[in-house]
């Protein structure tokens, strides 16, 4: 479900006058945040409504995206707020279905082009991320106590700083024209390492389904352009903390097993 907090378009229009929309479509995708693709007669954008009590860290957000745009990369920016509601460039391109040489080519690029600037941002401790484990460990010992066992090593699970990461670019956070990539959703971006980063995305774009030949593409882009050069060795290592990870959240937050499996075959 993505959308929490319902809006209709005359509702839209009052928030956002200047603008004249005349569409307002509920995205499906999503389950903590409010998303909506709106429209005018010439221009699309994403509409959100962040149902959490962020307010600093949205105003973190917009400043990213700003520093990222600013040095060429592909990043949806915030346009405009008003009463909560917050209005986002359209990415064009669509999501990438089945996963491509050229996928892995663009994402090495980015996420390289990426770490170089936000390596130049203050970066402060992040404690959430290990909060979350914590709370979802528990969960899933209470609830689910064969995967627990598969999930108790998450337990000394920490988050070491390099520097600002997305944290989350799967493929359905990314976006695709041509062969020219789109990240998105850059709300739950916090400290971490650059090799955990790189795990979660070659995790969620099926490296582990296409062994070393992603992993070996996509470092050969990705080590040319970062602030540091990273190891198949320490990628890899990784890459089992990553899908674990999200296995163990996807668990807490479904309540159930199906949607986990995917990540642990």
Request: with cysteine; net charge positive.
């Amino acid at each position: 479900m993505g959308v929490k907090t319902q809006l209709s378009l005359d509702e839209l229009n009052e928030l956002f006058p200047s603008y004249g929309f005349t569409q307002i479509l509920p995205t499906a995708s999503g389950i903590i945040d409010t998303t909506y693709i709106i429209h005018n007669e010439t221009t699309g954008y994403i509409l959100k409504r962040y149902e959490r009590d962020i307010p600093r860290k949205i105003e973190l957000d917009i400043k990213l995206l700003s520093e990222l745009k600013s040095v060429g990369l592909n990043v949806s920016t915030c346009l405009d707020n008003n009463d909560g509601w917050y209005i986002y460039e359209k990415l064009q391109g669509k999501q990438p279905t089945s996963v491509k040489s050229y996928h892995i080519q663009a994402l090495g690029r980015f996420m390289a082009k990426m770490h170089k600037q936000t390596s130049k941002i203050k970066c402060k401790s992040n404690v959430l991320i290990e909060d979350e484990v914590t709370e979802s460990l528990k969960y899933v010992k209470e609830n689910f106590f064969a995967y627990y066992k598969r999930f108790e090593f998450l337990k000394n699970f920490t988050h070491n700083h390099d520097a600002i990461i997305h944290g989350d670019i799967f493929k359905d956070n990314t976006i695709f024209n041509g062969k020219k990539i789109g990240v998105i959703d850059f709300i739950d971006s916090s400290c971490g390492t650059f090799a955990y980063d790189v795990a979660v995305a070659l995790v969620g774009f099926d490296a582990k389904e296409h062994h070393d030949y992603y992993i070996n593409l996509f470092l050969k882009n990705y080590n040319q352009h970062a602030p540091k050069k990273l190891s198949k060795k320490v990628v890899k290592e990784k890459m089992k903390t990553a899908s674990n990870f999200f296995a163990l959240k996807r668990v807490h937050e479904y309540k159930n097993t199906s949607r986990a499996k995917e990540l642990l075959t």
